[in-house]
């Protein structure tokens, strides 16, 4: 698969570091672009040029990829339009060109170009997204799984509405590819008009054998997936994960409803128009469908539903990841998805075997939206603390229910070499690890691989220090890290 345009990699590291989503850019700038990281990968006409200059100041950055243009073809066409905070670099992968990365003050151009040049290890995490008539939320679906730091592979079920069109700007910016199911996808015909979600799983199985990654993920297009921790992108936390030993993810679901006094206007973020939700059914309380690639091929997705992941070794993160849910956005919505485009259209077979429930509470006169005094009001930083301190307590728990206690234990070095292993810092041995202790508590700087082990062990034994109660070594740690970086 082709590697991202430098455009997509610096776009994605900002809107990480800013919080605030992308917006790519073909020919003509959207009027919804204000606190957005503008992204730019073609050459742009002088108009574009125009309208970009007047919007700086309303966005966080625009970053500009340009292939064949060299650093003075860029800065002249550049200087025409009075940019003048930023960077311009001539880069040579994947075809030379230029990347600027321009924002409206220096102040800003000094963060952003401090974020871009952090050293980060290759990880990479592909949502595959079957698709049917999610025009009116898919894009922004897309663009957000995109800004989390993760790839999309659509998977476009014969949609009649604008499906395609919405996802289609997000080609070669994260989207890998739409495919038209199962026209291309080598499945019976009885695909075509009907809904048999087996075998749609079946092919997002085959996806993941056929397109590399780290990670993957099965996510609906009306679904906008994060992590547990706040200021980390989705990527992010599935590689901590990873580094913590755990190979696949459980998601905590919640259904957002439409109320009387909601106005979801079609093509824009629905989660800034919907914002009261209700806790998950029954069938809605197993998602574990995120999990690490594995050696003996692709995982069984199918057996469940989809609801969880089968294969051999798994072992799913104590603390689930977050997964918000549009399933109706509006009366007219779910009139025409719930009678029209869905209970029609599944399998008999898989109905009678009790799956495609979440649709049968309505009747024929029901006007699909809730009272917002029957939900709650979602508050994300207070959602994740409560998610984060449930989990806390359950692992507690259950060490306190087998014996175990975690202060007391003592750190083995085959533990620490496998965290750091997986932090990326090699196989190591005791006489590296007892090196990185010692470097703990030096207040003179190191070459830049000796200080990231030492960093990421420090988180280790500060972790211990304070699960311990002992807040002066966290002192020392902390005082031997701030006069080494201090110092360097």
């Not at 909601?262 to 197993?286: I, K, N, S």
């Not at 969880?308 to 799913?316: H, I, M, N, P, Q």
């Not at 070095?413 to 292993?421: F, I, K, M, P, T």
């Not at 691989?449 to 020392?476: H, K, N, P, S, T």
């Amino acid at each position: 698969m082709d590697a991202p345009s430098p455009a997509l990699v610096a776009a994605r590291r900002l809107a990480r570091h800013a919080a605030c989503p992308i917006l790519p850019v073909d020919g003509v700038l959207a009027p919804e672009h204000d606190g957005r990281v503008l992204l730019v990968d073609a050459e742009p006409s002088e108009a574009l040029l125009s309208q970009l200059a007047a919007a700086l100041p309303a966005v966080e950055a625009l970053v500009l990829w340009v292939p064949g243009w060299d650093v003075a073809t860029a800065a002249e066409a550049l200087g025409r339009h009075h940019f003048e905070h930023g960077t311009v670099s001539g880069v040579d992968m994947p075809t030379p060109g230029v990347l600027a990365v321009l924002t409206a003050s220096e102040a800003c151009a000094e963060v952003h170009a401090a974020e871009l040049a952090k050293v980060e290890r290759p990880f990479r995490a592909l949502a595959v997204m079957p698709a049917y008539n999610e025009g009116d939320v898919i894009g922004a679906a897309i663009g957000a799984l995109i800004a989390e730091g993760v790839d999309v592979y659509l998977l476009d079920h014969r949609s009649t509405d604008g499906t395609v069109a919405a996802a289609t700007p997000w080609l070669g910016r994260g989207l890998v590819r739409i495919e038209r199911f199962p026209d291309e996808s080598g499945f019976d015909a009885r695909n075509e008009d009907e809904m048999v979600w087996r075998d749609i799983l079946k092919r997002v199985e085959q996806v993941t054998g056929e397109v590399q990654a780290d990670w993957y993920l099965f996510v609906n297009a009306d679904e906008f997936r994060e992590s547990p921790w706040p200021h980390t992108t989705l990527a992010d936390g599935l590689r901590e994960a990873d580094e913590l030993g755990f190979n696949a993810i459980n998601f905590e679901l919640v259904n957002f409803r439409p109320t009387p006094e909601d106005a979801f206007v079609a093509g824009t973020d629905v989660r800034e128009a919907l914002r009261f939700y209700e806790e998950p059914g029954p069938y809605d309380l197993l998602q574990v469908k995120a999990w690490k690639g594995q050696p003996a091929g692709p995982v069984n997705l199918h057996q469940h539903g989809g609801h969880d992941v089968l294969f051999e070794g798994k072992r799913v993160f104590p603390v689930p990841f977050v997964l918000r849910h549009y399933p109706i956005r509006s009366a007219q919505h779910g009139r025409r998805k719930v009678i029209a485009e869905r209970l029609g259209r599944f399998a008999a077979e898989e109905r009678a075997g009790g799956w495609h429930v979440q649709y049968d509470h309505y009747g024929d006169d029901s006007d699909y939206l809730h009272e917002r005094a029957e939900l709650s009001a979602w508050d994300g930083d207070r959602f994740r603390a409560q998610l984060l301190a449930r989990a806390t307590r359950q692992l507690l728990l259950l060490a306190a229910a087998g014996g175990r206690d975690v202060g007391a234990e003592e750190i083995t070095v085959e533990g620490l070499a496998g965290w750091l292993g997986r932090r990326g810092h090699g196989n190591l041995g005791a006489p590296e690890i007892a090196r990185f202790q010692q470097h703990l508590l030096s207040t003179a700087p190191a070459g830049p691989d000796l200080e990231a082990a030492a960093r990421d062990l420090g988180q280790v034994v500060e972790a211990q220090a304070r699960v311990r109660g002992e807040m002066q070594a966290v002192a020392r740690l902390g005082d031997a890290r701030d006069a080494r970086s201090a110092a360097a």
